[in-house]
């Protein structure tokens, strides 16, 4: 579609037959009305993966799923394997929330000597320090 044939149309705006001087078919009105109905959407793809535990595992556990998911965010989270926002996301959990779970275990927060020079530098800049 180019701009001398829908005369001062503007991209995503539906030109007048007069605008144009000639009658547009059937597709081309159709994929007129579809450019300017419809905003672009972004999709995000998402990816689950199922675990099969079978019940008597849950029930030799003393756990439910939504707690062994809880249990699963700790564990990973105390090793090193995800971030505190992630092993959250996992339990299913607000950040203020698993982070009081995590110091009722007496798991600390992932925060090492580089960070705290980092924060540091960071209010210094800032001047806070």
Do not use: C
């Not at 996992?90 to 090492?112: T, V």
């Amino acid at each position: 579609m180019r701009s001398a044939e829908w005369g001062s149309a503007e991209w995503g705006e539906r030109p007048s037959l007069r605008q144009s001087n000639r009658r547009m078919d059937k597709w081309e009105t159709a994929v007129v009305i579809i450019l300017t109905r419809f905003k672009p959407v972004k999709y995000h793809l998402t990816m689950n993966t199922t675990l099969e535990i079978p019940q008597d595992i849950l029930e030799s556990a003393r756990l439910s799923a939504a707690e062994l998911k809880t249990e699963m965010a700790v564990f990973l989270y105390a090793s090193g394997r995800l971030s505190v926002g992630k092993a959250r996301e996992l339990a299913g959990m607000s950040l203020w929330q698993f982070r009081q779970l995590l110091a009722s275990r007496q798991i600390s927060p992932h925060f090492d000597e580089s960070d705290l020079n980092t924060d540091i530098e960071t209010l210094k800049s800032l001047g806070r320090l």
